[in-house]
């Protein structure tokens, strides 16, 4: 069983930068891959960005190419999406998530351990 919890989120202005962290507890890190997912009210939880396991290997969101970056650290079990450049369509709640194995996915059924999430809101 693997606990996730997310940090980082808050109030940016557009064009700012941010980073959220995911700390996990619980399990083994390391087998799992890690997903950032975000859901917009009254919109469905979208993909954001994914990580295999080793770091090697990521995904990213079209919407999110180039402006976020997704990391881990095995030493300190967590994950981290950076976020610059960023846009008020960026406004969410942020969600990280464990894979059920660890390649990353972009579907959320393919993600067995989620954290509570936290909001960020981007401002003009």
Avoid at 88 to 108: F, I, L, M, R, S
Wanted: glycine letters at 14%.
């Amino acid at each position: 069983q693997v606990q996730l919890l997310e940090s980082g989120g808050g109030l940016v202005q557009a064009g700012g930068s941010l980073t959220l962290s995911c700390a996990a507890s619980g399990g083994t890190f390391n087998e799992h891959a890690m997903g950032w997912f975000r859901q917009a009210p009254g919109k469905e939880r979208e993909f954001v960005a994914g990580i295999s396991w080793s770091g090697v290997t990521t995904y990213y969101a079209d919407a999110v190419k180039g402006r976020f970056t997704i990391s881990r650290s095995n030493v300190k079990n967590t994950a981290y999406l950076q976020m610059a450049m960023a846009k008020p369509e960026d406004t969410a709640v942020y969600y990280c998530g464990a894979g059920k194995t660890g390649w990353p996915e972009q579907n959320t059924d393919e993600y067995a351990y989620w954290g509570q999430g936290t909001q960020v809101t981007v401002s003009l």
